[in-house]
C-alpha cells in the first residue's frame, strides 16, 4: 500500500549514501521526464561487463547516521519507499509472479528497507546486481537485464589494507536496523553476477511491461461495447423512427394549404403538437445562450485537448513512444498540445462567432490563457509543496521557465492564428430563424433537472473508462509501466461514442419537454463525468493508499482535482459538439416558414 507520493533525491543528504569519486553529475533529460519528477545521476557502483564481483564496498569509510538522518530514513522505510536505479537504459527491479496467471516479470524498482516483526525497520546495505546478457556477436554482448536482491547486514567490516567484508547471508546473522537514539555507521556494499539470457535486445523490455490479468481488460471492453450498442440504438431508433415520423409530418402539414381546409388542419396541428413538443421550440433552439464567451473558450479548450489525447494514444499505438525513449510520453503530450493551439484557437472563434458573440478580442485572449493558465497555477502551487520538502519530483524554476516560454512564444501565437482564421471564415449558420421574445419554458420533470441529469448521464461514459482507469491510476502511483495502448485506445473510442450517444439522448428529451437552453446543458452533462472521475480517486485512496502526510494528501487531490477538470473539458466539448450536430440536422431537416 502507497504511503507516500513524494520522491526524494538518491543523494539527498539524510539519506548518507556516498557520492562517486568527483562527485555527482546529472544527466541531462527530456522535458517530459523532468515534468514526471525523473532524475538520473551517476553513481559510485562500478559495473564491467563480464565481471563478476563478490563483495565490494560502495563507499570507501562506514557512512554515519546521527539522530536526524536515522528518524528520516527510517521514517521512508515504514512508507516503503524504492530504489530506482538505471543499468545500461534498463530499470533494476525484482523478480515476481503474477499470482493470476503464474507468470514471472521484473517489476520496477526495489525497496530501501523492510520493517521486521518486532516493527522495526531493517535498512538494506548489500546489494546484490544480477546483470542478465544476450551474446549478440562473438565478443559482443549485451544488456538484457538487471534484476537487485537487497538484504540488511549489520557485520560488514572494512579492512584495513581497504577491502571489505559483506557481513553473513540475510537470515543468517544479525540485521542493519539503525538507531534513534545514538550515532551509527553503516558500510554499504554490493555483489555483481553476470549471468547468460537468451532474450534478445529487441525484447528486453518485455519483462517489464507485463499486463495483470487481461482477461478484465477484454470483459471491461465488451462490457463497453454492449453499452454503446445499447446507447446508439437507442439513438437510431430515435432518429429513424420518432423523429423521421415527426419531420414527415410537420412537412406533410406545412405543405397543405390550411386556409382551403375545413377544420381538419388544425386538428392535425395540434396533433403534431401533443405528439411531439421539440419543433415548439425552432424559433428558440439557436438562440445564443448565456456567457458564450467562456462556453467557446472552454470548446477550444476541449477540441485542443481532444486532438491531442487522440494523437498520443495513436502515437503509443503504433510503438513510437517507447518506454526505452524516457519521457518521450510527457514530451510528445505537451509538444502536441502547443501545436494543436491553433485548433483551440479556431475552434473558439468559430463557435464565438457563431454564437453571436461580438467581443472578439477578450475571445482571442482568453482560449490560449484561460484553460492553460489554470493548469499552470494549479501545477506550480503543488510543485511549491514539493520544494518544501525537498522532494526530487519538484519542477526546477528554469525548467518552468521553459513551460512558460513554450506557452507563450509558441502556442499563444499558434491560437492567435487559429483564432484569426476562424473569425474570418463565416459563421456556421442555424438552420431555422431565432424569434425576437424568446419562448417561455415549462416546469421539468425531475430526470431533466440539471443535478439528475448529470448525475444519469455522467455515469455512462465513466462507465466505459473505469477500469482502465484504474489500472492507469494504479500503474502511475506504483511506479508501474503503463504500456497498454491498444486497451486504451479500444477504451477511449468507446467513451467519446459514449459521451456523444448519451448527451444526444438527453437533448432530444431536453428539446421534447421545450427546454431549448441545450448548449450549456450538454456540456456540463457531458462533462459530469469528471466528478465520477474525482469520486473514483477519493475511493482510490480510501482503499489502496495510506498517505501518513498532509503533503501527499494535497498533493494526491490536487492531481486528481486537475485530472478531473481537464476531463470535464474534455468530455464537456464531445458533449456539445455531438448535441450541436444532432440540432443542425434535426431541424434542418424540416420546413418551417
Not at 526546477?396 to 499558434?414: A, D, K, Q
Request: glycine content about 8%; proline content about 5%; overall charge positive.
Amino acid at each position: 500500500m502507497l504511503r507516500s507520493v513524494i520522491s526524494y533525491d538518491y543523494y539527498h543528504p539524510a539519506f548518507r549514501f556516498c557520492e562517486p569519486e568527483g562527485g555527482k553529475k546529472d544527466v541531462s533529460e527530456s522535458l517530459g521526464s523532468i515534468m514526471f519528477g525523473d532524475r538520473i545521476q551517476t553513481s559510485p557502483f562500478e559495473l564491467q561487463m563480464m565481471k563478476n564481483e563478490t563483495c565490494k564496498a560502495v563507499c570507501k569509510e562506514a557512512q554515519k547516521y546521527d539522530r536526524p538522518a536515522a528518524k528520516f530514513t527510517n521514517q521512508r522505510i515504514r512508507d516503503k519507499y524504492k530504489f530506482n536505479w538505471l543499468i545500461d537504459g534498463l530499470p533494476a527491479g525484482i523478480p515476481y509472479i503474477d499470482p493470476s496467471t503464474d507468470t514471472g516479470f521484473t517489476l520496477r524498482g526495489f525497496p530501501l528497507g523492510v520493517v521486521n516483526d518486532d516493527k522495526k525497520p531493517e535498512l538494506y546495505n548489500h546489494y546484490d546486481i544480477v546483470v542478465d546478457y544476450h551474446e549478440a556477436a562473438k565478443d559482443k554482448f549485451r544488456v538484457v537485464g538487471v534484476l537487485v536482491v537487497p538484504s540488511s547486514r549489520a557485520d560488514s567490516k572494512i579492512k584495513g589494507d581497504g577491502g571489505v567484508e559483506c557481513g553473513t547471508e540475510e537470515g543468517k546473522g544479525p540485521r542493519m536496523v539503525i538507531s534513534e537514539d545514538n550515532e551509527q555507521d553503516v558500510i554499504f556494499t554490493y555483489a555483481v553476477y553476470w549471468r547468460p539470457s537468451k532474450t534478445a535486445w529487441a525484447t528486453r523490455w518485455d519483462t517489464y511491461l507485463h499486463v495483470f490479468d487481461p482477461r478484465i481488460h477484454w470483459f471491461s471492453l465488451v462490457n463497453s461495447a454492449i453499452i454503446v450498442i445499447f446507447l446508439c440504438a437507442m439513438v437510431v431508433g430515435i432518429l429513424m423512427r420518432a423523429l423521421k415520423k415527426d419531420i414527415a409530418r410537420y412537412n406533410r402539414l406545412e405543405s397543405f394549404n390550411l386556409d382551403d381546409l375545413s377544420g381538419g388542419g388544425g386538428e392535425a396541428e395540434d396533433g403534431v403538437q401533443e405528439d411531439s413538443g421539440w419543433k415548439l421550440v425552432h424559433g428558440d433552439v439557436f438562440r445564443t445562450p448565456k456567457n458564450p464567451l467562456l462556453l467557446s473558450v472552454f470548446l477550444g479548450s476541449g477540441s485542443q485537448l481532444f486532438f491531442m489525447t487522440g494523437c498520443t494514444i495513436i502515437f503509443a499505438l503504433l510503438g513510437f513512444l517507447s518506454p526505452s525513449n524516457r519521457g518521450s510520453l510527457g514530451t510528445i503530450m505537451i509538444l502536441l498540445y502547443t501545436i494543436f493551439g491553433f485548433i483551440g484557437g479556431y475552434v473558439s472563434a468559430r463557435v464565438y462567432k457563431s454564437l453571436g458573440g461580438e467581443a472578439w478580442k477578450r475571445n482571442i485572449a482568453m482560449t490560449p490563457t484561460l484553460v492553460p493558465g489554470i493548469v499552470f497555477a494549479t501545477f506550480f502551487l503543488l510543485n511549491l509543496f514539493l520544494w518544501g520538502k525537498q522532494s526530487s519530483g519538484a519542477v526546477p524554476f528554469t525548467t518552468m521557465l521553459v513551460i512558460l516560454g513554450v506557452w507563450f512564444i509558441i502556442s499563444v501565437p499558434l491560437s492567435f492564428a487559429g483564432s484569426w482564421v476562424g473569425f474570418r471564415h463565416a459563421p456556421i449558420q442555424p438552420p431555422v430563424r431565432v424569434n425576437q421574445i424568446p419562448r417561455q419554458i415549462p416546469p421539468s420533470t425531475t430526470y431533466l433537472r440539471p443535478i439528475p441529469s448529470m448525475l444519469l448521464v455522467g455515469i455512462l461514459p465513466f462507465g466505459a473508462v473505469f477500469v482502465e482507469l484504474y489500472f492507469i491510476m494504479d500503474n502511475m502511483w506504483s511506479s508501474k509501466i503503463y504500456y497498454m495502448f491498444g486497451f486504451l485506445f479500444l477504451t477511449y473510442s468507446i467513451m467519446v461514442i459514449t459521451c456523444a450517444a448519451v448527451t444526444v439522448l438527453l437533448v432530444y428529451f431536453l428539446l421534447c419537454s421545450e427546454n431549448y437552453h441545450w448548449q450549456w446543458r450538454s456540456f456540463a452533462t457531458a462533462g459530469a463525468s469528471a466528478g465520477y472521475v474525482f469520486a473514483n480517486a477519493l475511493i482510490y485512496w480510501i482503499s489502496k493508499l495510506s498517505l501518513g502526510s498532509f503533503t501527499s494528501g494535497v498533493l494526491y487531490l490536487g492531481y486528481s482535482l486537475l485530472t478531473s477538470f481537464l476531463f470535464f473539458i474534455l468530455t464537456g466539448t464531445i458533449g456539445f459538439f455531438s448535441s450541436w450536430a444532432f440540432v443542425q440536422r434535426v431541424y434542418g431537416s424540416i420546413k418551417i416558414d
